[in-house]
């Protein structure tokens, strides 16, 4: 008979059994709705062992890839060790910071060394946690298969909480500490012919800087093409390395934009999500993943779906800032 490994203790599981039936029987809390495999208010993922394939019918491909399940149709053929979703995101890891540089665009890049390799994919978030318990959301930048260190890019925010404490106490050398990565904001392979579109702004180019590394890395032959926005030019960053990159990789194509009055030559005129979508008006079969400001992201998810992307193919982290009376993030 497998066992269930659930908050450091293994529990029995019953032949035919499932997970959410077994951890229930153990006395365990787990909240559940129509135990069929449809409402997905079971969701768990497995920390360890093989998830059956029918435990993960009708969940999104990256939740699968993050082994995610539905508990109530999970019966295991061997052990399996699980978590709530909520749990993995409150296991927090202290990690140290090796270096902070500032870009252009008010943009603080920092780079965090942890002693346990962090599991993640780039363009998830984590939360960053200050000792006073401020905690806010950043994307992740680097690639956990060629970087050692996790890579934030913070926007500078004039009266920032946080992004102001990075910006002029955090030293090479302190600590923080960070949750799990979450997010299915990230490149999944397997459609290596698919086209990728990636719109940002400001610091939305976070995640999309390690969603197009990350996919050109895996051997992604489609057209990428990434549109970063900014008001101005200083407000836009890595444009040398971007433009570096699309030379490198034909079927990259990086167009900077800049939305405001003064628009240098090399640069396009106007919204990135505008000059994407009059670049790009058709969309069908396209993965689309949008980044930063709430606005530009529910405007151009909408704009991406009526251009033929289907819902399941456009993943979007709109960069929510926390209310002034609420210190954590959303
Ligand atoms: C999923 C997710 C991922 C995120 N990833 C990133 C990331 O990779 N990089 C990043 O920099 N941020 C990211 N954010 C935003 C980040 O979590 C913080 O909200 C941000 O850094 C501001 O926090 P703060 O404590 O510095 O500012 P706060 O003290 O919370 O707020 C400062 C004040 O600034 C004002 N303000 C609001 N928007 C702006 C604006 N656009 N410009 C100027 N002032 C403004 C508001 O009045 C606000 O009250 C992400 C958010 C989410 C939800």
Request: charged share 20%; hydrophobic share 35%; net charge neutral.
């Amino acid at each position: 008979m497998p066992y269930i490994r659930f908050e450091g203790k293994s529990h029995e599981c019953r032949d035919d059994e499932s997970v959410l039936d077994c951890l229930i029987r153990h006395g365990i809390t787990i909240t559940s709705s129509c135990r069929s495999g449809v409402c997905q208010t079971c969701l768990m993922r497995a920390t360890e062992g093989q998830v059956p394939e029918a435990a993960q019918q009708g969940l999104k491909e990256t939740l699968r890839a993050r082994n995610y399940f539905l508990a109530c149709v999970c019966k295991p053929k061997g052990d399996l060790g699980v978590a709530c979703p909520d749990a993995m995101a409150s296991t927090r890891t202290q990690v140290t910071v090796l270096a902070k540089e500032i870009l252009d665009g008010n943009i603080v890049r920092l780079r965090l060394g942890c002693p346990i390799p962090l599991d993640y994919r780039p363009g998830q978030f984590l939360h960053l946690h200050r000792v006073d318990g401020l905690v806010r959301s950043y994307s992740i930048a680097s690639l956990p298969q060629s970087e050692e260190a996790i890579e934030l890019h913070v926007r500078h925010l004039p009266g920032g909480r946080m992004s102001g404490w990075i910006n002029d106490t955090l030293r090479p050398g302190d600590t923080v500490e960070v949750s799990q990565p979450a997010g299915q904001c990230f490149y999944l392979p397997g459609q290596p012919e698919q086209g990728l579109l990636l719109i940002g702004t400001g610091s939305g180019l976070a995640p999309l800087w390690g969603i197009t590394r990350d996919a050109l890395a895996q051997g992604h032959s489609g057209s990428i093409h990434l549109y970063h926005g900014s008001h101005g030019p200083d407000g836009l960053y890595l444009v040398q390395e971007l433009r570096a990159l699309a030379q490198r990789h034909p079927n990259f194509r990086y167009t900077p934009c800049v939305s405001g009055p003064n628009v240098p030559e090399g640069y396009a005129a106007g919204r990135a999500e505008d000059i994407a979508f009059s670049q790009l008006p058709k969309l069908a079969g396209w993965r689309v993943f949008l980044c930063g400001h709430p606005g530009m992201v529910a405007k151009a998810r909408k704009k991406a779906f009526l251009s033929g992307a289907s819902m399941k193919d456009i993943y979007a982290d709109p960069f929510v800032i926390a209310p002034d009376t609420n210190q954590s993030a959303a």
